[in-house]
T-cell receptor, first 112, second 115 residues
């Protein structure tokens, strides 16, 4: 069964550093998403991406965040200057249409 | 605005007993509804989904959920709990007209299965 692949599975970074989280969505999917889950809390929408542009973003997704699809297969989330409160599990997902995403297994980001 | 409420952040059942995890939604347009399961230190796995076809939806691992529009509910059930069902369960709603298909998740219910 096709999978969404996320790398790395765990990343530790120092506060103020830039971090890039990588995702390879399912190849025929058109919609791409990033969600995050702070430890013990609910999963929160960050951003959706379609047709090479952001289609919707949440209030969490401020100027420190950016997304990119640099080639035909990768989808990245960049955090420019990490803060302690950015520590969370970040999930990438992709879908063809509305009726169900496939999520990746997540990247656990720890900011120290 | 869409929202999801999951009643009970923690639910404990005995092995072999009925599992009932509650989810109520609020949506101004017909929604799509989903249940996901998350095992410790793992990602989100789709259990089942409602996308305006049959109101009783069967999913993986013996789970099912019934969409009740009059009650704005989409409760998850399983007739007989197994130890392997211990996990966190998330209900999510996606409005069918948003164009972006973003999900709104509930706060999750942690299911504990007692031997």
């Amino acid at each position: 069964e096709p999978e969404v692949t996320q790398t790395p599975s765990h990343q530790v970074t120092q506060m103020g550093q830039e971090v890039i989280l990588r995702c390879v969505p399912i190849s025929n999917h058109l919609y791409f998403y990033w969600y995050r889950q702070i430890l013990g809390q609910k999963v929160e929408f960050l951003v959706s991406f379609y047709n090479n542009e952001i289609s919707e973003k949440s209030e969490i997704f401020d100027d420190q965040f950016s997304v990119e699809r640099p080639d035909g297969s990768n989808f990245t989330l960049k955090i420019r200057s990490t803060k302690l409160e950015d520590s969370a599990m970040y999930f990438c997902a992709s879908s063809e249409v509305a009726d169900g995403y496939t999520f990746g297994s997540g990247t656990r980001l720890t900011v120290v | 605005a869409q929202s999801v409420t999951q009643l009970g952040s923690h639910v404990s059942v005995s092995e072999g007993a009925l599992v009932l995890l509650r989810c109520n939604y609020s949506s101004s347009v017909p929604p799509y509804l989903f249940w996901y399961v998350q095992y410790p230190n793992q990602g989100l796995q789709l259990l089942l989904k409602y996308t305006s076809a049959a109101t009783l939806v069967k999913g993986i691992n013996g789970f099912e959920a019934e969409f009740k529009k009059s009650e704005t509910s989409f409760h998850l059930t399983k007739p007989s709990a197994h130890m392997s069902d211990a996990a966190e369960y998330f209900c999510a709603v996606s409005p069918t007209t948003s164009g972006t298909y973003k999900y709104i998740f509930g706060t999750g219910t942690r299911l504990k299965v007692l031997a």
